[in-house]
């Protein structure tokens, strides 16, 4: 599976405009998560060198209080413009027991990111607004497909989508919340 996926930057006073707007297109607000993401860093390379990702992502429904596990691989970006990627997840019982055993085989664990996400849906669209713990607020949109060959069509798609919520597709960020922490680390 490809995901497909661009991201903006968003002000925190553009957040409640963004809820109304996204209801106008006829999106509907599925959930709001509370996910914590920890990464891993691979045995034989640096993920962050072959532009690959590990994780291990606790999801908590805020409004139900379900609490679900998913350990997923991401593969590189497939393009210059969106954070395309090819993509692989499956769900787990016991997220701390999935992360010692990647421990043990050598994986190298990072500090989570942790945010709350407020999803909402249309169609194959997914839409959340993100709030990411020293890092910010951001608006990102996705659809699945199954092939390099939607890759474009999708992200055309998902680029009109940004524009009819007013928003400049200059301000697309390809960096995921792990290389923007670590970017703000570095700057201090």
């Known amino acids: 599976m490809i995901e497909v996926e661009l991201k903006v930057k968003v002000d925190r ?3 409640e405009d963004l809820s109304h707007k996204l209801r106008d297109l006829g999106f509907k607000r599925c959930r709001i998560v509370e996910e914590i993401d920890t990464y891993f860093n691979g045995i034989d390379r640096d993920f962050r060198e072959t532009d690959e990702a590990l994780r ?3 999801s908590i429904d805020l409004e139900k209080g379900e609490r679900r596990y998913y350990l997923t691989y991401k ?13 692989y997840q499956v769900g787990m019982e016991n997220g701390d027991t999935t992360k ?10 990072i500090p989570p990111i942790r945010k709350v996400r407020e999803i909402y ?4 669209i997914l ?3 993100d709030r990411v713990e020293g890092i910010g607020y951001f608006l990102e949109c996705e659809k699945s497909v199954k092939s390099k060959s939607e890759k474009e069509d999708a992200i055309g798609e998902l680029m009109d989508l940004i524009r009819s919520l007013g928003l400049d597709k200059k301000e697309l960020i390809r960096a995921s919340y792990l290389e923007l922490r670590d970017s703000y680390e570095e700057k201090g």
């Not at 593969?75 to 413009?81: A, E, N, Q, T």
């Not at 010692?100 to 664990?109: M, S």
């Not at 849906?121 to 194959?124: A, F, S, T, V």
Request: aromatic content about 2%.
């Open 13 to 15: 006073e553009e957040v």
């Open 56 to 58: 291990v992502r606790e």
């Open 75 to 87: 593969g590189p970006k497939l393009d210059s413009i969106s954070k395309t990627r090819e993509e």
């Open 100 to 109: 010692t055993i990647l421990e043990k085989l050598g994986f190298k664990k």
């Open 121 to 124: 849906r249309k169609g194959d």
């Open 127 to 129: 839409v959340s607004i």
